[in-house]
């Protein structure tokens, strides 16, 4: 079993940086994909990037593609997100995600946190 913990979430103004952090517990954590959704009210949830297990490759959706940043600790068990030159439409709750040991599908969900972006 994983638990994920996500912190860094707040309220900033536009153009503003945060850096999110995501805990895992449980074993096998460079073994697994992880990933940041975020979903905005009344919207459903949508990926936001992900790295993967073994090579660290990333992935981006496109409306954050140069402002947003996923790494992760391996030997710590964290995996992080950068947030910089933030929008109003990236208020959301910002969720971290992992997989099994050397699968695809995000099997374990934080319970998010809160990012909010005054204009």
């Known amino acids: 079993q994983v638990e994920l913990v996500e912190s860094g979430g707040g309220l900033v103004q536009t153009g503003d940086s945060l850096r999110l952090s995501c805990a895992a517990s449980g074993r096998s954590f460079s073994s697994r994909g992880m990933g940041w959704f975020r979903q905005a009210p009344g919207k459903a949830r949508e990926f936001v990037a992900a790295?993967?297990?073994?090579?660290?490759?990333?992935y981006y959706a496109d409306f954050v593609k140069g402002r947003f940043t996923i790494s992760r600790d391996n030997a710590n068990n964290q995996v992080y997100l950068q947030m910089n030159s933030l929008k109003p439409e990236d208020t959301a709750a910002y969720y971290c995600?992992?997989?099994?040991?050397?699968?695809?599908?995000?099997?374990?969900w934080g319970q998010g946190t809160q990012v909010t972006v005054s204009s």
């Open positions: 995600a992992g997989t099994k040991p050397f699968r695809s599908e995000y099997d374990y």
């Open positions: 790295i993967e297990r073994s090579d660290g490759n990333t």
